[in-house]
């Protein structure tokens, strides 16, 4: 059983909903990821917190907004997306930096209507 | 910017076949590599290789890498049906101050037959 979890595990929207995603890992980790896999692209890094401080934006736009209250829970905030960002979207936790392994959580599949 | 290639993008084989899978990879200022399954939604770790040449191994996966060729291979052994899934390898490095980020491949689709 993964020890990262994520709600809702599927998700439909209109482009004028707003919406959350939510993560919580069980592993006593201080770093938590954000990542965007689309059909035939490779997985791509969105958000990096480390100890609750965000340390990386990968140039992701501003219709996602993340949340990190502590090293457990982490938080991405939809609002106006568009159909191009239904994708499967998967937080990951892992020790401290990333010459530790990423432990994923099952995802979100989200739909843009 | 960082970049990994894997190939091939899909492959097919038979029950108790081997196979090889290969990723090759530019980063800057290299600290890890790293390879994943991904069978439907969360991928889960398998390996992650820091030095040159020194082979990991778990039951009938095993990989290694080449820090001077720039590249991994995954090797899995009398594949079984429980093998099919999406293989994925990911690498860290310093680029630009950041600590944190992975790059990964586009993944390899294996599919094994009965």
């Known amino acids: 059983e993964t020890g990262v979890t994520q709600t809702p595990r599927h998700l439909v929207m209109g482009m004028t909903n707003k919406k959350s995603l939510k993560c919580e890992q069980h592993?006593?980790?201080?770093?938590m990821y954000w990542y965007k896999q689309s059909a035939k692209k490779p997985l791509e890094l969105m958000f990096v917190?480390?100890?609750?401080?965000?340390?990386e934006n990968n140039s992701v736009p501003s219709r996602f907004s993340p949340e990190c209250p502590n090293s457990s829970h982490l938080f991405l905030h939809l609002h106006t997306l568009q159909p191009e960002d239904s994708a499967l979207y998967l937080c990951a936790s892992s020790q401290e930096t990333v010459s530790y392994e990423q432990y994923f959580g099952p995802g979100t599949r989200l739909t843009v209507t | 910017e960082d970049k990994v290639v894997q190939s091939p993008l899909s492959l097919v084989v038979h029950e108790g076949d081997t196979v090889t899978l290969n990723c090759s990879y530019e980063?800057?200022?290299?600290?890890?590599l790293l390879w994943y399954k991904q069978e439907k939604k969360a991928p889960t770790f398998l390996f992650m290789l820091t030095s040159s040449g020194i082979e990991k191994k778990s039951g009938r996966l095993s990989s290694i890498l080449d820090k001077k060729e720039l590249f991994s291979i995954l090797n899995i052994t009398a594949t079984q049906t429980g093998d099919s899934a999406i293989y994925l390898c990911a690498v860290s490095g310093d680029s630009g101050g950041s600590n944190y980020k992975l790059t990964f491949g586009k993944g390899t689709l294996l599919t094994v037959n009965p």
């Open positions: 592993l006593g980790h201080n770093a």
């Open positions: 980063v800057t200022n290299f600290r890890s």
């Open positions: 917190y480390n100890f609750k401080e965000q340390t």
